[in-house]
């Protein structure tokens, strides 16, 4: 048998990089366990994903496991307060074994499960379902976090569905299977001080990295150039890596919303789109700015970034407790509007373009998202009565406001083939709002200057 490293060696190779304390993890589960009545809380294995034949992607746990314990590798976690041998807090590894590790590096183990999670019981991952159906017996409701291998889905179904063909003879109530991300994601979605300050240092870092493409890109240097010095710039400052996929779009490439491609050479006279952050201690950062590939922005482009910063500036200043949701993109959406009217691309007052969607063909998303451990974090943005929340303090949001002119565009010539998108991620406080990415720049005149001293 393999000795087991120490824990403090486990949890610096299993626990999130600068993410949350073990004493923050236990606090999580526990409240977690205090809302459990008669109830288990299951979330699966996410499983590796295959690159190539026997070579593997770099793993991401499923989010919420990592919320719930901080693991970095596949594992089945479950919360049971029901009344069985397994209450409590319940961990599903993959045992250790001496080959696997030769090729992969070490693993947690049984044992690690508890030394370094603080599980009150570990199992091999092979077990998990079957001491699932066992406890399931003493249960009332099984909150379970849906996989993305649907046939896992179906077997947990027919469990919950065995064990209530059970219950008529036993005379107990009817086991209750509910998704398990709406209560998990109520308590994901405010951040307390600790997450906001790993949130604070990722938008710091991701800043940092556009920042530096305003001092380095330049025409003729190829998009996957700039993914790599800012995605250098993430790692190099304390970042695991990019929170997503990179954007670099340059030239009419930047009107397609979600551009990966990464693969053309920049050119003078465009822009440049760049979509990126990082993920610092398991908590992301969403950053987008636009700026000449050259020294300046055209008139063209001036005009039309200038309206989208007064967009966003007019979004981002109605963020504060009590302030609905969808707030920023009204706001955001009034001034591009009257905008687009004075630019001569809408005709009309700006209530009647708004009501008729006349503005969608340049700027069809919303102008924010929830942010947090995922880029497209969870949470609710509609209440039971089907209108937007309320933002209250802890909350963390995008606000990015852009216009779109494909090359193809019904608008005047001098604006076709420009994207433009500037987005910062905003906390909500007790009296206002802290925009965490403050430090990039954004700032037209500003950008304009710091092009001319690249050049």
């Known amino acids: 048998m393999l000795a087991q490293p120490p824990p403090g060696m486990l949890a610096s190779h299993f626990m999130t990089l600068n993410g949350p304390s073990p004493a923050t993890f236990a606090a999580r589960r526990q409240r977690v366990l205090d809302a459990l009545d008669s109830a288990v809380l299951f979330i699966p294995v996410t499983e590796e994903a295959v690159f190539a034949n026997d070579v593997h992607y770099a793993f991401r746990p499923d989010t919420n496991t990592r919320y719930l314990c901080g693991i970095e590798e596949p594992a089945s976690l479950m919360l049971s307060r029901c009344g069985s041998d397994c209450d409590g807090f319940s961990l599903f590894v993959r045992p250790r074994s001496e080959q696997s590790e030769t090729w992969t590096g070490k693993r947690v183990g049984v044992d690690g499960a508890k030394n370094t999670f603080g599980a009150d019981h570990s199992y091999p991952g092979d077990v998990a379902l079957e001491t699932l159906r066992r406890t399931l017996k003493h249960a009332r409701t099984l909150h379970y976090g849906f996989s993305r291998d649907h046939n896992l889905n179906r077997e947990v179904a027919e469990m919950v569905h065995q064990a209530n063909a059970e219950r008529p003879r036993e005379g107990g109530a009817p086991l209750v299977l509910a998704d398990a991300a709406p209560l998990l994601a109520e308590w994901r979605q405010i951040k307390c001080e600790a997450e906001l300050a790993l949130m604070r240092k990722a938008a710091e870092i991701s800043a940092q990295g556009h920042n530096e493409l305003l001092a380095r890109a330049h025409p003729g240097m190829n998009e996957y150039e700039v993914q790599a010095i800012v995605e250098y710039r993430f790692r190099a400052s304390g970042c695991l890596g990019p929170a997503y ?41 969403d950053i987008t700015r636009t700026f000449p590939v050259g020294k300046a922005y055209t008139p063209a482009q001036a005009d039309l970034y200038d309206l989208v910063l007064a967009a966003q500036h007019a979004a981002i200043d109605t963020v504060a ?77 995008t606000v990015e406001p852009g216009l779109y002119f494909r090359a193809d565009a019904d608008v005047p010539e001098h604006y076709r083939g420009i994207g433009i998108r500037i987005e910062d991620d905003v906390a909500v406080s007790g009296n206002g709002h802290v925009v965490l990415s403050s430090d990039a720049i954004k700032e037209r005149r500003e950008i304009e200057s710091l092009r001319a001293r690249a050049f």
């Open 245 to 285: 996929g990179t954007i670099a779009a340059g030239g009419d490439r930047a009107t397609v919303l979600h551009y990966t491609r990464n693969e053309f050479a920049l050119r003078d006279g465009e822009l440049l789109l760049v979509d990126a952050g990082g993920e610092y201690g398991g908590y992301c950062a």
């Open 321 to 397: 407790p009590g302030t609905p949701f969808d707030a920023p993109h009204r706001a955001a959406l009034k001034v591009l509007t009257q905008g687009l009217i004075s630019l001569g691309i809408l005709s009309g007052d700006a209530d009647t373009c708004i009501e008729s969607e006349a503005y969608k063909p340049y700027y069809m998303h919303r102008t924010s998202h929830w942010l947090g451990m995922d880029v497209h974090d969870v949470g609710r943005y509609r209440n039971d009565s089907g209108g937007p929340i309320s933002l209250v303090p802890g909350m963390v949001l």
